[in-house]
């Protein structure tokens, strides 16, 4: 099912199965923003991560002695448990709460809320864990967004670029074919804010940005002054992804990442790993500006 929510600028809607924002629509010029999710290409609009970013080595981690596997970004994404909690016209907040299934996956009893919110020309998406356990839980979070590529009709993909909110430079960690992090380093940035997108920009998979001066990316084209704006106040790590010479580029703020080449499989020890104490509460949020 599909919700709706929207306010006098913006029509966003959410599929209720994984919570995935699913469109961003402009209601003064009609523009479409959010990739439509098609199968023959890639058949997801934003995933939502949660409890891991990326994959575990060997599909498994482990904790207390206990191994539970776990698909590739988590338990969130397609899955069909997840209810509405709340609705008005300009907000929606979705709820997963630990049952037998998640347990058979990932060994902790949580509550995981996102909350959608349209505000003038921006799309607000937090995400709040509670650890309902008796004991320490950890997990990581991230968000995966695709947005059309070229913005505009007309327009190709080399036309548009990544603008970062601060003078970076950047390497990236290459991945393995199964998405493990490699203990490599690729430069990609040199003291600039500017990454143009070309073709072959993901040949090699994702790009993978650590310490981050930036808390904002924002999609641009040189043929128009159209443009998304994410912004990730609360996320250190950064995704870029599309599918190889895909009409959409993913700007992804992440808690988390991939397991490395190397990983000893504990869940505990993974990098970037959130440990939350039983009965507490974590909130990450980040937004989605539209720019006409």
Known sequence: MECEISNLNLTVKIE??????????SKAS???FVWNADPS????????????????????????????????????????????????????????????????????RFT??????VKDNSVIITHIVKNTDKQDMYFSVGAHPAFN????????????YLEF?????LSTSPLTPDGLVKNESIPVLKDSNILPLTDHLFDNDALIFRNLKSRCVTLRSHKSDTAVAVEFPDFNYLGIW?????????????????????????????????????GEKFEAKYSVKIIE
């Open 165 to 169: 909110s601060e003078r970076e430079t």
């Open 242 to 278: 599309a599918k190889p010479q895909a009409p959409f580029v993913c700007i992804e703020p992440w808690l988390g990442v991939a397991d490395s080449v190397d990983s000893d499989g504990l869940i505990e020890h993974k990098e970037a790993i959130i440990k939350l104490p039983a």
């Open 16 to 25: 209720q199965t994984g919570a995935e924002l699913s469109s961003i629509v």
């Open 30 to 32: 009609g523009r479409e």
């Open 149 to 160: 590529c070229p913005i505009n009709a007309g327009e190709s993909y080399s036309d548009c």
């Open 41 to 108: 290409v890639w058949g997801s609009s934003a995933p939502v991560l949660f409890p891991i970013v990326g994959g575990l080595k060997n599909g498994q981690s482990s904790h207390n002695g206990v191994t539970f596997s776990m698909p590739r970004h988590g338990i969130v994404r397609h899955n069909t448990n997840i209810h509405v909690i709340e609705q008005e016209h300009d907000r929606i907040t979705f709820r997963l709460t630990a049952d037998e299934r998640t347990l058979e996956h990932y060994p902790f």
């Open 112 to 117: 995981f809320d996102i909350n959608f919110c």
